[in-house]
């Protein structure tokens, strides 16, 4: 764990070296969200693989890059592309860009990803606002060793998504006219999607959306005392009853035609903040 720490501290030294402002925001982009990055004024890019012990995206969609700078008036980090347990990483190594962000002292975290609807009256293209989760993924990234100037052995999970965010975040889509659901995410493993029984199961247990990232992420900004907002895009709806394929390439695009929405919305919530 010693090891870990001087990994995180070295790459947040890194990019805190080739910084001129420090941002308190981080935002995360899912799949198909990339190219939220072309609104932003950017200060700085670093491929993954130039930042000491950063992990690299191995999914198409996912760039690849960390990018500071300033979107609606405020300085801010920015991943464009993530991490997922199916690739091979371990729920740690999925942690690490949020403890560098929290060595380099940010106090919010705006993640989005792409989501499977479970929600019958969910449509392709809406978005959804994280009310909670639901994590089957098996992993924690928690598990072992606790750094306590990280956070609290037992972190609380009454509220992993900050509710004041959640309240901005409606209020802002009501005046935007933006149709925002509200909803739980379900977390798993992956790669494989879901067959028409496990469909059943999560709605049945209280699921809206199923994806396989975000949760780690905001496990670990719930341990480092980050406040977080989550939104979905929903790239397909899963009606076991008349199940049919979603294909990476659909899931791709539709993720990119809600982006609008999404960059509009989230624009509208960072000038607010």
């Known amino acids: 764990m010693e090891l870990f720490c001087k990994q995180v501290e070295e790459a947040a030294a890194f990019i805190g070296a080739h910084l001129d402002i420090r941002p308190k925001i981080g935002l995360i982009l899912g799949t198909g969200l990339g190219g939220i990055v072309d609104a932003m004024d950017k200060s700085a890019v670093f491929p993954y693989g130039e930042i000491p012990h950063y992990p690299v995206s191995t999914v198409t969609s996912h760039e690849g890059r960390l990018i500071c700078g300033s979107w609606a008036g405020k ?9 997922h347990l199916y690739e091979g990483y371990t729920a740690r190594q999925i942690s690490f860009p949020i403890r560098v962000m ?15 609807g479970l929600n019958p009256q969910f449509s392709a293209g809406d978005l959804m606002l994280i009310t909670d989760h639901i994590n089957l993924t098996g992993h924690n990234p928690l598990a072992g060793p606790n750094v306590d100037r990280w956070g609290d052995r037992f972190p609380d999970m009454t509220e992993p998504y900050c509710r004041r965010l959640q309240a901005l975040a409606l209020r802002t889509a009501l005046a935007e006219r933006i149709l925002l659901h509200r909803g739980v995410y379900v977390g798993v493993l992956g790669p494989s999607l879901e067959t028409a029984a496990e469909t059943r199961f999560l709605r049945a247990m209280g699921a809206d959306a199923v994806g396989m990232s975000t949760i780690m992420e905001v496990i670990t900004a719930v ?8 939104i979905s895009v929903i790239t397909n709806v899963n009606l076991p009853d008349a199940y049919q394929p979603a294909p990476l390439d659909k899931i791709i695009a539709t993720a990119e035609r809600a982006g609008s929405k999404l960059v509009q919305l989230l624009a509208k919530v960072l000038e607010q903040l």
């Open 223 to 230: 341990h480092a005392g980050l406040k977080v907002l989550g």
């Open 102 to 116: 929290q060595t380099l002292g940010m106090d919010t975290l705006i993640l989005s990803n792409a989501a499977g």
């Open 75 to 83: 300085p801010i980090l920015v991943m464009q592309g993530r991490f």
